[in-house]
């Protein structure tokens, strides 16, 4: 059974251990960055992503702040570790984030990807986020609604 929990005092370590394929290593900031970014982001939302007991996963999502806009949410980092890839886990983590973000008030989701990252582009694609455009690094940018 897969689930989501708090990135805390006693597994942030674990997280910072998880590793990606080297040719991975430009698609998604390091699990220590996105840990560091979240101690002066009040707002950042870290879970770390659990198979049964094992830690397999980290992902990190916010709401829009600039301007404020609790109904619009950002996940802006999904990681599975090398070893657990390509057996559904990105799939049910990102839908257990959509359920948490639709529970807290979250209307409309957003997320990036690098243009050659193929295997992001199908994740979201069949979760059925949609391309809006391109954000001034490059990444594309795509968004889901949860009221459709």
Known sequence: MLTLQNVTEQNWADCTR????????????????????SKYE?????????????LVGMLAYCHETDPEDVELYWIFRLMVDKDHQRNGIATCAMKLAMLEIGQLGGKRIRTMHKPENTAA????????????????????????????
């Not at 009040?42 to 094992?54: E, G, T, V």
């Open 18 to 37: 998880l590793t990606l394929n080297d040719h991975q290593l430009g698609y998604v900031a390091s699990n220590v960055a996105t840990i560091a970014e």
């Open 121 to 148: 582009s199908a994740l979201y694609s069949k979760l059925e986020f949609h391309v809006i455009g391109s954000l001034d690094d490059g990444d594309t940018l795509l968004e889901h609604n949860l009221n459709c």
């Open 42 to 54: 009040q707002h950042y939302q870290l879970r770390a992503i659990y198979s049964d007991k094992q």
